[in-house]
């Protein structure tokens, strides 16, 4: 089992930034890759960004250039960095981590207002 804490949403206006990170915890060790993943209302969940063990990532390509994920290993935690927010950012943004089995967290709602 591998348990996924999200932090870092919250209300920003167009144009700021925020950073979401993700604890992960539990049995980690054979987790493959870790990611961010979003969800607009009324649309269905889409991948931002994953980062694998190895240190590689790859992005959304609408998303390249403004948003970054990161890793510190020695926490756990994977962040993604948001710059140039636009109000379409908006949505539910979830923790995803790729082991045997998908594992999500809560998610993390990031409102950006025009």
């Known amino acids: 089992q591998v348990q996924l804490v999200e932090s870092g949403g919250g209300l920003v206006q167009a144009g700021g930034s925020l950073k979401l990170s993700c604890a992960a915890s539990?049995?980690?060790?054979?987790?493959?890759?870790m990611a961010w993943y979003r969800q607009a209302p009324g649309k269905s969940r889409e991948l931002v960004a994953r980062?694998?063990?190895?240190?590689?990532?790859n992005y959304a390509d609408s998303l390249k250039g403004r948003f970054t994920i990161s890793r510190d290993v020695a926490k756990n935690t994977v962040y993604l960095q948001m710059n140039s927010l636009k109000p379409e950012d908006t949505g539910v943004y979830y923790c995803?981590?790729?082991?045997?089995?998908?594992?999500w967290g809560q998610g993390t709602q990031v409102t950006v207002s025009s």
């Open positions: 995803n981590a790729v082991h045997i089995l998908n594992y």
């Open positions: 539990g049995n980690i060790f054979d987790i493959n890759s």
């Open positions: 980062i694998f063990t190895g240190g590689s990532t």
